[in-house]
T-cell receptor
Framework: KAGVTQTPRYLIKTRGQQVTLSCSPI?????VSWYQQTPGQGLQFLFE???????NKGNFPGRFSGRQFSNSRSEMNVSTLELGDSALYLC?????????????FGPGTRLLVL | GQSLEQPSEVTAVEGAIVQINCTYQ??????LSWYQQHDGGAPTFLSY????GLEETGRFSSFLSRSDSYGYLLLQELQMKDSASYFC??????????FGAGTRLFVKA
């Protein structure tokens, strides 16, 4: 079974631009979570989607948004990029997002904002 | 608020045993997970504790005390390949997982 895939793997943008990142979960998984990882900050929860519905959102500004499609693929968008948005963006999938379920992470998209 | 505390760095010798502690403060609690992340890699699941006590998976064990809001990951017979970052994570309800800042483990020969 193929793992979680994320595209693109690397991205360089300039301040003020916007970016869209994509995540394809493991086949059969319907829950997708997004995290931002910066050095020393661990993984910061962005949002979680299940069956095209956002069920929870972390403490990030409205510039960060996401969506999920009927095939469970998910995208996240960051508008008006700031230097501080430079980070590794990880998505993780699980069957239903239940509390006992293992999250399977993709390789991440490394975003650099200049 | 919700927070998890774990040491930022731990160093140990190959073949030794190391314990990485995690204390948490969350509004809801359904379980404590541990993930391993090598440099440049994605986090991978190691262990989950939903109830108090010890869970053993090969060289790795994880412990949870819900009354103390505390858990730890125990790595035995350390190998060089165990050098990585280790994250504790709490599933506090609402389909939201909160991760600690991570503990970087250095294994020396």
């Amino acid at each position: 079974k193929a793992g979680v895939t994320q595209t693109p793997r690397y991205l360089i943008k300039t301040r003020g631009q916007q970016v869209t990142l994509s995540c394809s979960p493991i086949s059969g998984h319907r829950s997708v979570s997004w995290y931002q990882q910066t050095p020393g900050q661990g993984l910061q929860f962005l949002f979680e989607y299940f069956s095209e519905t956002q069920r929870n959102k972390g403490n990030f500004p409205g510039r960060f948004s996401g969506r999920q499609f009927s095939n469970s693929r998910s995208e996240m968008n960051v508008s008006t990029l700031e230097l501080g948005d430079s980070a590794l963006y990880l998505c993780a999938s699980s069957f239903k997002g239940g509390y006992q379920e293992t999250q399977y992470f993709g390789p991440g998209t490394r975003l650099l904002v200049l | 608020g919700q927070s998890l505390e774990q040491p930022s760095e731990v160093t140990a010798v190959e073949g030794a045993i190391v314990q990485i502690n995690c204390t948490y403060q969350t509004s809801g609690f359904y379980g404590l997970s541990w993930y391993q992340q090598h440099d440049g890699g994605a986090p991978t699941f190691l262990s989950y504790n939903g109830l108090d006590g010890l869970e053993e998976t090969g060289r790795f064990s994880s412990f949870l005390s819900r009354s103390d809001s505390y858990g730890y990951l125990l790595l035995q017979e350390l190998q060089m390949k165990d050098s990585a970052s280790y994250f504790c994570a709490v599933q506090g309800g609402g389909f939201k997982t909160i991760f600690g800042a991570g503990t970087r483990l250095f294994v020396k020969a």
